[in-house]
T-cell receptor
Framework: AQSVTQLGSHVSVSEGALVLLRCNYS??????LFWYVQYPNQGLQLLLK??????LVKGINGFEAEFKKSETSFHLTKPSAHMSDAAEYFC????????????FGTGTRLQVFP | NAGVTQTPKFRVLKTGQSMTLLCAQD?????MYWYRQDPGMGLRLIHY???????AKGEVPDGYNVSRLKKQNFLLGLESAAPSQTSVYFC?????????????FGEGSWLTVV
């Protein structure tokens, strides 16, 4: 079975500060890992994905995530937060050829203060 | 750039009533999905389809039915609505089984059952 755990349902940062959203996964096979962002009253949008190539993955809007097998982690970071980054972020895991088995975490709401 | 379109966007139902949510995608995707999103629980897969004329159960299928009569459409039905089905429903689609394929989401349908 696969699962993801997002540590912290709410994260608050000041504009310009580092953003760090934590995600740990559990998987019996090499996983594919994803980060999605959801802005208020909108659907989910893919930020970035790890599909067993480079362990440091760069996504849209300046976000990146690093796959660390030894720590079973896939934390999302951004060096400098912007007000427009305020949203809910979801980590997700799947097997490589099972899109139907995409398992989402419970989400982390990011607040950015001026 | 329509992408994934859901109708209706908002609906209030009385307990026991029935309704259908319609999802349409214009990207020629084979796979389509229905998720529900509840506070603190992330997204959970209700049903999905791997092609026209096929459907399969996801994580939380009870109380829902689906149909995929045309490749571009995926309908979610509630035969007898219950307050526990109050949720935000998201339709999504992707090219195929490889999880490397991005899943595209609609903007959501807010359903309240009273």
């Amino acid at each position: 079975a696969q699962s993801v755990t997002q540590l912290g349902s709410h994260v608050s940062v000041s504009e310009g500060a580092l953003v760090l959203l934590r995600c740990n996964y559990s998987s019996s096979v090499p996983p594919y890992l994803f980060w999605y962002v959801q802005y208020p009253n909108q659907g989910l949008q893919l930020l970035l994905k790890y599909t067993s190539a480079a362990t440091l993955v760069k996504g849209i809007n300046g976000f990146e995530a690093e796959f660390k097998k030894s720590e079973t982690s896939f934390h999302l970071t951004k060096p400098s937060a912007h007000m427009s980054d305020a949203a809910e972020y979801f980590c997700a895991v799947s097997r490589p050829y099972n899109t139907d088995k995409l398992i989402f975490g419970t989400g982390t709401r990011l607040q950015v203060f001026p | 750039n329509a992408g994934v379109t859901q109708t209706p966007k908002f609906r209030v139902l009385k307990t026991g009533q029935s309704m259908t949510l319609l999802c349409a995608q214009d990207m020629n995707h084979e796979y389509m999905y229905w998720y529900r999103q509840d506070p603190g629980m992330g997204l959970r897969l209700i049903h999905y389809s791997v092609g026209e004329g096929t459907t399969a159960k996801g994580e939380v299928p009870d109380g829902y039915n689906v149909s995929r009569l045309k490749k571009q459409n995926f309908l979610l039905g509630l035969e007898s609505a219950a307050p526990s089905q109050t949720s935000v429903y998201f339709c999504a689609s992707s090219y195929g089984a490889d999880s490397g394929n991005t899943i595209y989401f609609g903007e959501g349908s807010w359903l309240t059952v009273v």
